[in-house]
């Protein structure tokens, strides 16, 4: 029989705050590798006494449970959303602005951190103590909810650019490579949510650059 899946716990919150370490965040984000479309980070403080029961990695949930677990985690904890547009990630290139939007995140919460846990292997610039856990989202709390709290807010915006801008789809591959993706760029072009450094939207736009010197 398979070993049951450890689901994300507050066990490491819990003792940090026994340290002292209060209050203690976790942060996550969402969106780096779509074309289009912001990356979305947040920063979540959770409840000792108020911790959502059902909390996983957001990937691994359903829609349905995602939007419930949204609606508790902001009623319930601390919580903070920054956003890095295409803009910046052009910029500064996807893990610079990846960085920038979760440390924008931890400083937005209502009361300064005292150690942040970060999901995966990079620290984003923050004056106070931080700590990366690989995979975190599946097995710390607060990041688990800093995980579905991004989600939700990143889809809910792609949801509204697809109808902003209808043909693209965003409203169903949230910005992703899909092949309906790569046929609405094909067909539409570039529009301003996309990510120009990004290799197929970059050859469009050169696509684009060439047959605009070739009729004048």
């Known amino acids: 029989m398979a070993a049951q899946r450890r689901k994300p716990d507050f066990s490491l919150e819990r003792a940090a ?29 959770l409840d000792p006494d108020r911790v959502p029961e059902g909390l996983d990695d957001s990937k691994k949930l359903t829609l349905a449970r995602r939007e419930q677990l949204y609606d508790i985690i902001c009623a319930t904890a601390e919580v903070s959303l920054a956003f890095a547009p ?34 995966g292997n990079d620290l984003p610039p923050v004056p106070c103590a931080a700590r990366t856990i690989i995979g975190g989202d599946a097995i710390v709390a607060s990041i688990a909810a800093a995980s579905i709290v991004a989600k939700v807010t990143r889809d809910r915006l792609m949801a509204a650019l697809g109808l902003a801008h209808p043909g693209y789809g965003f409203e169903r591959h949230m910005g992703y490579g899909t092949p309906e993706h790569q046929t609405a760029l094909a067909g539409l072009g570039v529009c301003r949510h996309h990510r120009r450094s990004f290799a197929p939207v970059r050859e469009r736009l050169e696509q684009e650059n060439a047959a605009v010197e070739a009729a004048e």
């Open 17 to 45: 705050w026994l340290a002292g370490d209060i209050p203690v965040a976790g942060v996550d984000e969402v969106g780096r590798g779509p074309w289009a479309g912001p990356v979305v980070a947040c920063a979540v403080v």
């Open 86 to 119: 295409p803009a910046r990630i052009d910029g500064h290139n996807i893990r610079q602005a990846t960085l920038w939007a979760l440390a924008r995140a931890a400083g937005g919460l209502p009361r300064a951190p005292k150690l942040l846990l970060v999901d």
